[in-house]
């Protein structure tokens, strides 16, 4: 922290190699044992040396960077203060449209109450300290989550919460006993969700358990025996072991019933023979179970096939990071206990099908939060990139950007909450019968607008948008991996057509 103040005539003083002053915001930073370190090289650091480096600094940086090399200060300017704002852990963004609107002051809503906006801060303070350093590491490195974070979010709750309501909730402490399990409502279950995806690292969102979102879900809904669900749910709770969901197959796609994993009874009918691959399994590089489409002598069915000798699962190389654990599974003559499968024999449609609401409901939250993460990172930029003598905002051009953007976080946001709120007043039931639809569309229309909103923020950020590191790091990251939300969980022509499909099936017999 600054421990002096210092006169401006006394940093200009301070201009050579061996001693190496500038000023940022009023603060005196003494750089010059980090000449040799600069990324940018030494030439930058000396042509500002003993000045006043402020809008050269902002031209090109963000406040983080200060804040990352806060040792380096050294005082503050005589008789002046700071005047930029610097983000703490759990902090709100003041960026206008950098949040939603029930979480800007001045705004109201009738959807949120004190449990959720309790829910919301300890989440977003949990994301900054505990999962944004490890992300980004991850993210970098290509490696999977480590176990000591997903212990940390098994006793914070975040495991069980990443499910939706439900009684897997009842009598679980939630972050530190902020929200009542029994409370838990699918409002809570989308601030999780959005507040995850601020952990900026698309792969690793992926690889944080989303494998888990997708597949626990079916073994805690339509497992037949108690004892065997419970013991799963404990397991994978926990973080003890980690599941998955195996459906995908090269031959099958949004076509689930082309599967062609088969699962063939022995002869005493005590157990399952299942021989077949699946492709692009998200966690199914680190994880102990399967919850595996297979067809069955009539039909399809569902298997939990834990895994042991015969089961092989190798990374796939996709556009974002290994940190997802994307796998190609394949299982060879694996012998599975009858008791393993979910639901009917032969009805596992019903099992696959049932899924899909509440994971294209999760998908949809979480690509609409990185959107309006993607805008805010347009609008600061736009605010501090210079360009002709003038910041980037006064460009009608890129106001007009910005403007396009805003409205695609803004409509999407509203839409969502919407169905949120149809989704606590439904059972679960009346959620398939009414909600397929609408959520099919709602996941078509945002990853369209991540479609815009990706394009038009790296015409923005224009040559810092094409690169991995940096100012622009957010944007190439989510231009580069948008299109996992468009083609994960049904692709965008698929719950187009099924949005329209299930409105005709109630159009009024008076229009025929």
Avoid at 73 to 81: D, L, M, P
Avoid at 157 to 185: A, C, S, W, Y
């Amino acid at each position: 922290m600054p421990h002096q103040t210092i006169t401006r005539d006394e940093v200009a003083r301070n201009n050579t190699e061996d001693s190496l002053w500038l000023v940022i915001d009023s603060k005196v930073y003494d750089v010059t044992d980090f000449i040799d370190a600069h990324p940018g090289g030494e030439s930058v650091l000396k042509q500002v040396a003993g000045t006043d480096a402020t809008e050269a600094f902002y031209n090109l940086h963000r406040q983080e960077v200060l804040q990352k090399y806060s040792s380096l200060c050294i005082g503050t300017i005589v008789g002046e203060k700071s005047q930029v704002l610097e983000h703490k852990p759990g902090d709100l963004s003041t960026v206008p449209y950098g949040e939603p609107t029930w979480l800007t002051p001045q705004f109201k809503s009738p959807y949120y109450k004190e449990s959720h906006r309790r829910l919301q801060k300890a989440m977003r303070k949990f994301v900054d300290e505990e999962v944004y350093p490890v992300a980004q590491e991850c993210e970098k490195e290509g490696t999977i989550i480590p176990q000591d974070l997903i212990d940390k979010m098994s006793k914070k709750g975040i495991l069980h919460m990443r499910l939706g309501p439900g009684k897997h909730m009842h009598g679980v402490d939630l972050m530190d006993g902020t929200v009542q399990g029994e409370e838990f409502d699918y409002f809570h279950d989308m601030i999780v969700g959005q507040e995850m995806v601020r952990a900026n690292a698309r792969g690793f969102q992926d690889g944080n358990m989303a494998g888990m979102t997708i597949s626990l879900t079916a073994v805690l809904q339509w497992a037949n025996d108690e004892q065997f669900k419970n013991k799963i749910a404990k397991d994978v709770f926990s973080g003890e072991k980690k599941i998955c969901l195996a459906i995908t197959e090269a031959f099958a796609g949004s076509d689930v019933a082309g599967i062609r994993t088969t699962a063939e009874k022995t002869p005493d009918g005590k157990h399952y023979i299942v021989n077949g691959t699946k492709k692009w399994i998200t966690n199914g590089v680190f994880s102990d179970i399967f919850v595996t489409g297979v067809k069955t002598d009539k039909g399809l069915s569902v298997l939990v096939i834990e895994r042991q000798e015969g089961v092989e699962t190798t990374a796939i190389k996709t556009s974002y990071s290994p940190a997802a654990g994307t796998a190609y599974v394949t299982f060879d003559n694996i012998k599975v206990p009858v008791e393993n499968i979910l639901g009917k024999e032969n009805k596992g449609m019903q099992v696959i099908l049932s899924n899909f609401n509440h994971e294209r409901w999760m998908m949809a939250s979480a690509v609409i939060r990185m959107s309006r993460l993607v805008t805010e990172e347009c609008m600061k930029w736009s605010n501090q990139r210079l360009v002709f003598g003038k910041k980037l905002i006064e460009q009608p051009t890129i106001r007009q950007k910005l403007a396009k953007m805003i409205a695609h976080c803004e409509a999407n946001q509203a839409w969502l909450e919407n169905i949120t709120y149809q989704m606590t007043l439904m059972p679960y039931a009346q959620q398939a019968t009414h909600l397929a639809g609408p959520i099919g569309l709602l996941k078509m229309f945002a990853t369209r607008s991540a479609h815009e909103i990706a394009d038009e923020s790296v015409q923005i950020f224009g040559g810092r948008a094409l690169t991995r590191t940096g100012m622009g790091a957010t944007i190439e990251m989510f231009h580069r991996t948008y299109k996992f939300d468009a083609i994960l969980g049904g692709a965008e022509e698929i719950l187009g057509d099924l949005g329209v499909r299930q409105a005709m099936r109630n159009m009024p017999k008076s229009m025929l």
